[in-house]
């Protein structure tokens, strides 16, 4: 009876042994609250973010906040020093890394809108001569999805970087995500800067240019992966993967680049590529909770067999939320039905009874 009780005990410490996750980065990605959010987002993490094991926090700012540094830029209604500050002291109460995220190269417009850069500094933009729709449609005969900036203009890195280094001093962080996703203008043959020149090239080139500022003041560089995927002969496709050949890019960037790689409809194996050739990188799932424990248990998996110079770069699992902080908050503080039921929100719960 005793063997049998004690074999009992083995089996079961040997089963919560194997559910652990060691994942050193618990994340999520969201929306920076807005400006009348900002102590209800702090009660959140308090209450919610923290006792779920959340230990990385990237917040999406892009132009909301009131830069000193470059005020023509600012979002109307933006977050003040002193409300980022509340977010920078409750993530350190509870050890959480904070990372602040400014759209770079691409995503400059969204939908029939122009985004601030372009608006306040229009020579930037990488196809001044392709102009935003009254009613947006993709497919369209100009490739249109988002602009971008063009990353050969003398002048855009000035500005840009002003941005940067306020946002990572004020933010108190050793961290910034610089988006550069879904990058479909590089390398236009109408840029007179740009036309004729290799795309994986252009976008090595702004990688390690942004990466090597941010190294000056010894912030890491974040950025999300698709673009380094070759969507054409993975059959991801051309969202999740890049169809314009800036895959090759993955072999000329530094290796201490840290890659978000989202996947949403199913748990591509993709950390492989991105581990076996140096970089860290973690999995970022989305709306499907299926598809977010398929990733959990992947990363899992890969951490468990790989040799131990690649257990470490398989760096855990950031979830994405696409919505405003608000929808977000709702759904966590359970404070409307459509957030309780948002899917993303679903996931992100799905996700941390998991980890």
């Known amino acids: 009876m005793k063997k049998l009780s004690y074999l009992f005990m083995l089996m079961l410490a040997v089963s919560m042994t194997a559910a652990a996750v060691d994942f050193p980065m618990k994340g999520l990605c969201v929306a920076a609250p807005a400006k ?43 977050l003040s020093e002193a409300d980022v500050k509340k977010l920078v002291a409750v993530c350190k109460k509870h050890n959480i890394r904070l990372v602040p995220q400014i759209n770079l190269l691409g995503h400059q417009s969204w939908s029939t809108n122009i985004g601030k850069l372009l608006e306040v500094y229009p020579q930037f933009d990488e196809t001044p001569g392709i102009n935003m729709p009254e009613e947006y ?7 249109l999805y988002c602009k971008s900036y063009c990353p050969l203009h003398p002048e855009v890195h000035e500005v840009v970087f002003d941005l940067v280094d306020e946002i990572v001093k004020v933010f108190e962080t ?72 800036t895959h090759r890019a993955i072999d000329m960037i530094p290796k201490d680049v840290l890659i978000c790689d989202w996947h949403y409809e199913r748990a591509h194996p993709t950390p492989v590529l991105f581990a076996s050739k140096g970089l860290n990188v973690v999995a970022c799932p989305w709306n499907k909770p299926a598809v977010a424990e398929a990733q959990v248990d992947m990363m899992e998996m890969l951490r468990a067999n790989a040799p131990q110079i690649m257990k470490d770069r398989y760096a855990g699992i950031i979830h994405t939320y696409w919505s405003g902080a608000r929808g977000f908050m709702d759904g966590m503080l359970e404070k409307t039905e459509r957030g309780k039921n948002d899917p993303s929100v679903q996931t992100f719960k799905a996700l941390i009874a998991k980890w």
């Open 36 to 78: 009348a959010d900002v102590d209800e987002f702090v009660t959140l993490i308090d209450t919610k973010l923290a006792p779920a094991g959340v230990n990385t926090l990237i917040l999406r700012v892009d132009f909301g906040y009131e830069f000193k540094s470059r005020p023509e830029l600012r979002d109307p209604n933006p």
């Open 137 to 143: 449609k993709w497919p369209n005969p100009d490739g």
């Open 174 to 245: 050793d961290a910034f995500h610089a988006g550069m996703d879904e990058v479909f203008y590089i390398a236009h043959p109408d840029c007179p800067r740009c036309s004729g020149h290799d795309p994986s090239v252009l976008f090595a080139g702004e990688v390690t240019k942004i990466r090597n500022h941010l190294a000056e003041s010894g912030a890491e560089l974040w950025i999300w992966g698709d673009r380094l995927i070759d969507g054409k002969t993975t059959g991801i496709g051309l969202w999740e993967g890049s169809y314009n050949h």
